[in-house]
Nanobody
Framework: QVQLVESGGGSVQVGGSLRLSCSAS????????LGWFRQAPGKEREGVAT????????YYADSVKGRFTLSQDHAKSTLHLQMNSLKPEDSAMYYC?????????????????????WGQGTQVTVSS
C-alpha cells in the first residue's frame, strides 16, 4: 500500500522560501507521476508540480514556474519541492499525490483526476 507523508510546511513572509518533502513508502507501481497539489480555503485543488517515473519529466503550473523546483532522492524515496519567492497567493494546504500511468484520457499530468494516492497535507502560509 502506498503511503505518502508530507513535511516542511510552515509560515514565512513574502519573498521567503520553504522546502516541502514527501516521503513515499511501498511503491506498487513502476510507472507513475508523483507530485504536489495545493488547496486554499474556498478554492479548488490545483496541481503545482509533478514528476514522472521512470522518465523524470517534470511539469509545473504556470503560477509557480521559475519559483518552485522539484527534486527527488530515489534512495530515500523522497520528493522535494523547493519554493522560493513565495507570495501570499501560495498560501494553501499542500498535498503530495501519486498517479499511476497511464493517465486518464483528455487529462494532463497536473490533473487531480489521475491521482489516487494522497498524503494528509502540510500547511504553507505566506504573510505580507
Amino acid at each position: 500500500q502506498v503511503q505518502l507523508v508530507e513535511s516542511g510546511g510552515g509560515s514565512v513572509q513574502v519573498g521567503g522560501s520553504l522546502r516541502l518533502s514527501c516521503s513515499a513508502s511501498t511503491y506498487t507501481y513502476s510507472r507513475y507521476y508523483l507530485g504536489w497539489f495545493r488547496q486554499a480555503p474556498g478554492k479548488e485543488r490545483e496541481g503545482v508540480a509533478t514528476i514522472s517515473t521512470p522518465a523524470g519529466l517534470t511539469y509545473y503550473a504556470d503560477s509557480v514556474k521559475g519559483r518552485f523546483t522539484l527534486s527527488q532522492d530515489h534512495a530515500k524515496s523522497t520528493l522535494h519541492l523547493q519554493m522560493n519567492s513565495l507570495k501570499p497567493e501560495d498560501s494553501a494546504m499542500y498535498y503530495c499525490a501519486l498517479a499511476p500511468l497511464p493517465l486518464a484520457a483528455m487529462t494532463g499530468p497536473l490533473s487531480s483526476r489521475n491521482y489516487i494516492h494522497w498524503g494528509q497535507g502540510t500547511q504553507v502560509t505566506v504573510s505580507s
